[in-house]
């Protein structure tokens, strides 16, 4: 019972996406009786499983059929259909590049007009951003997530007053300052830029936060990181560091001397985020 009512649902859907096509029409008999001109569309983005598609009008049309191939030997399928000019084909698969043509379709009542074919374009494989592209706390920070405040005298103040809170909970303790160290500052900002796209201690290739330390010729015997998300200021998040056990233990370890301080903000996920590395 329950297969067989699956099927009549899906029966109705067609029935209503039908009649939704016949009831937005409203043109004249010539204009339905002619074909629509053949399409021309650019490729606007591919995204990890996306491509957005954009269509130049040139005239009424009911709906667009979007054909697709996987790679030069491929063959055309029908993939999807659109009512708008603008749209994204879904489903597509990172590592493959694919061929993708239109046609426009005009109807009136039962009657179909179709076009011919536009010409294929490509959509290209998809290419994950570097974490390498990842600025220095120097440098204008404008890898995928786009950063705010974006100069570098920002970017070292911001390291500054984190290294003095810091400095300040450790003077408590009786604990000498930490140092604010370059190429910290330089390995923090990678890892900034990474926890955008993955927010843990492992890096989006897998391996653990430390090896970012190698990639920047850093040498240690003890070492720490800690990471935060959504505080917009630096005293929002040494608030939220000193008040957690494990991030606490990092700021106030007597066995490290030197400081990194990494910031990015972005405009997706929890916007503002931090990171700080410590050495011995």
């Known amino acids: 019972m329950m ?14 996406l039908l009649a939704m096509c016949v009831s ?4 004249n008999e010539a204009e339905a009786a002619s074909k629509p001109k053949k399409p021309s569309f650019t490729v606007t983005k591919r995204a990890r ?8 009008k040139k005239d009424k049309v009911t709906v667009y059929h979007v054909f697709v191939k996987k790679g030069k030997k491929g063959k055309y399928r029908l993939w999807t259909f659109s009512f708008k000019r603008t749209f994204k084909i879904k489903k597509l698969k990172p590592g493959s590049e694919y061929y993708v043509k239109i046609r426009a379709c005009r109807t009136r009542g039962l009657s179909i007009k179709k076009s011919k074919f536009s010409g294929a374009k490509k959509i290209k494989k998809y290419k994950k951003a570097s974490p390498k ?3 220095k706390p120097t440098t204008d920070p404008s890898v995928q997530p786009s950063p705010d405040p974006s100069d570098s005298t920002t970017q070292e103040k911001y390291a500054q007053e984190v290294l003095a809170l810091a400095n300040e909970e450790r003077a408590k303790e009786g604990l000498p300052p930490l140092a604010l160290d370059q190429k910290l500052c330089e390995a923090a900002a990678i890892r900034a830029g990474e926890i955008v796209e993955q927010f843990s201690h492992t890096r989006p290739d897998g391996t653990n936060c430390f090896t970012v330390f190698q990639q920047n010729g850093i040498n240690y015997r003890a070492a720490g990181e800690n990471i935060a998300a959504g505080q917009s200021t630096p005293a929002a998040v040494m608030d939220s560091w000193m008040h957690s056990e494990g991030h606490r233990a990092n700021i106030m370890s007597s066995e490290f001397g030197k400081l990194g301080v990494g910031f990015v903000r972005a405009p997706q996920g929890y916007q503002y985020y931090w990171v700080q590395m410590f050495t011995d």
């Open 3 to 16: 297969e067989r009512k699956g099927l009549f649902v899906k029966g109705i859907a067609f029935c209503l």
């Open 24 to 27: 937005v029409l409203s043109w």
């Open 49 to 56: 499983t996306t491509a957005t598609i954009k269509i130049k």
């Open 133 to 135: 592209a990842t600025p």
